[in-house]
C-alpha cells in the first residue's frame, strides 16, 4: 500500500532552519506532484508548497515563498522542504501528499498523505 513518512521536525529557535523529508513507497513517485501542508493549533490545514512530477514548476505560500524551498529526489522516491528564517508562527504539524492531477495548492488534489510532523519554534 501507499505510504508516506515525513522526518525531519522538531523544536527550534527562531531564524533557525529544518529540512523535512518525505519518503514516499508504493506509489510511482516520479508520476506524481508533491505537496507540503501544515496544521497550526486550533487552525485549518493549509497549503505551503507543491512541486510537479518534473520539478519544473514550485509554488508556494505567501508565508513560505523566499524562506521555503521544495524539491524532490526521484531515486529516493523522497520530497524535500527546506525552511529557513524560522518564524514561531511557522509552528505547526507538516504533512506531505501525493496527487497526480489538479491544483496543487488544493488539498482535493492529493491522493495520499502522511501523518505528519512536529515543527516548533520557540521566540
Known amino acids: 500500500q501507499v505510504q508516506l513518512v515525513e522526518s525531519g521536525g522538531g523544536l527550534v529557535q527562531a531564524g533557525g532552519s529544518l529540512r523535512l523529508s518525505c519518503a514516499a513507497s508504493g506509489l510511482t513517485f516520479s508520476l506524481y506532484a508533491m505537496g507540503w501542508f501544515r496544521r497550526a493549533p486550533g487552525k485549518e490545514r493549509e497549503f505551503v508548497a507543491h512541486i510537479n512530477w518534473s520539478s519544473t514548476f514550485a509554488t508556494y505560500s505567501d508565508s513560505a515563498k523566499g524562506r521555503f524551498t521544495i524539491s524532490r529526489d526521484d531515486a529516493k522516491n523522497t520530497v524535500y522542504l527546506q525552511m529557513n528564517s524560522l518564524k514561531p508562527e511557522d509552528t505547526a504539524v507538516y504533512y506531505c501528499?501525493?496527487?497526480?492531477?489538479?491544483?496543487?495548492?488544493?488539498?482535493?488534489?492529493?491522493?495520499?498523505w502522511g501523518q505528519g510532523t512536529q515543527v516548533s519554534v520557540s521566540s
Open positions: 501528499a501525493a496527487g497526480l492531477r489538479g491544483d496543487g495548492r488544493q488539498q482535493t488534489s492529493y491522493n495520499y
